[in-house]
């Protein structure tokens, strides 16, 4: 059975840092592609970062210059480094992986697979 579980998360003063990572159990093969959501009661799933296999990335226009995803092949894990956090970065954060074509970074929160979140406060 394919898991994905996320760690890292919690909560941090504006401007602070957190590394978000994501353990990947119960799948031998490599994901076409894995990215990272967030979601905020009330509001529609943001996708934020997107890991192709070859090794591309793409972040979001929101996230792209303190956001930085990467992925760990022998530890089967993948990352989201999030620097200088602002308030409205509070969210339930996901990683998610799709067996499937990958298209852009929207379509993370589509994604066949994703863990249970972990969440991120940040306060001014």
């Known amino acids: 059975q394919v898991r994905l579980e996320e760690s890292g998360g919690g909560s941090v003063q504006a401007g602070g840092s957190l590394r978000l990572s994501c353990a990947v159990s119960?799948?031998?093969?490599?994901?076409?592609?894995m990215g990272w959501f967030r979601q905020v009661p009330g509001k529609e799933r943001e996708g934020l970062a997107i890991?192709?296999?070859?090794?591309?990335?793409f972040s979001a226009d929101s996230v792209k210059d303190r956001f930085n995803i990467s992925r760990d092949n022998a530890e089967n894990t993948l990352y989201l480094q999030m620097n200088s956090l602002k308030p409205e970065d509070t969210a339930m954060y996901y990683c998610?992986?799709?067996?499937?074509?990958?298209?852009?970074?929207?379509?993370?929160?589509?994604?066949?697979?994703r863990g249970q979140g972990t969440q991120v406060t940040v306060s001014s």
């Open positions: 998610a992986a799709s067996v499937l074509v990958c298209l852009g970074v929207d379509t993370v929160p589509g994604f066949a697979y």
């Open positions: 119960g799948y031998t093969k490599t994901f076409p592609c």
């Open positions: 890991f192709y296999s070859g090794g591309r990335t």
